[in-house]
């Protein structure tokens, strides 16, 4: 299986900057797809940002601009450098990944979540 930690979360102001990461580690065999979700109190979880293996990203209209993401196919890992940012930008993060497993079809994985509150 893939195991995903999240890290980086945390307070900032209102137009204050956080990078998020993300570590997957276990019996992977490759990654595809690795990202960024969230989840606001009240709220349904959420796309943020995506990247395939390739580099191609995708971002949600509400953050593009503002965020960048990117990720080290050697390492397994993924990042998200979150600029300007905004109160509704609270939420917690979840990483995730669609990686190949040895022994196992291709699956969706998921970090525990962190934090991240923007607020004066």
């Known amino acids: 299986q893939v195991q995903l930690v999240e890290s980086g979360g945390g307070l900032v102001q209102p137009g204050g900057s956080l990078r998020l990461s993300c570590a997957a580690s276990?019996?992977?065999?490759?990654?595809?797809?690795m990202g960024w979700y969230r989840q606001a109190p009240g709220k349904q979880r959420e796309l943020v940002a995506r990247i395939t293996r390739a580099g191609t990203t995708n971002y949600a209209d509400s953050v593009k601009g503002r965020f960048t993401i990117s990720r080290d196919n050697a390492k397994n890992t993924v990042n998200l450098r979150m600029n300007s940012l905004k109160p509704e930008d609270t939420a917690v993060y979840y990483c995730y990944a669609e990686a190949l497993v040895a022994g196992q079809e291709m699956g969706n994985y998921w970090g525990p979540g962190t934090q991240v509150t923007v607020s004066s």
């Open positions: 276990g019996s992977i065999f490759s990654i595809y797809t």
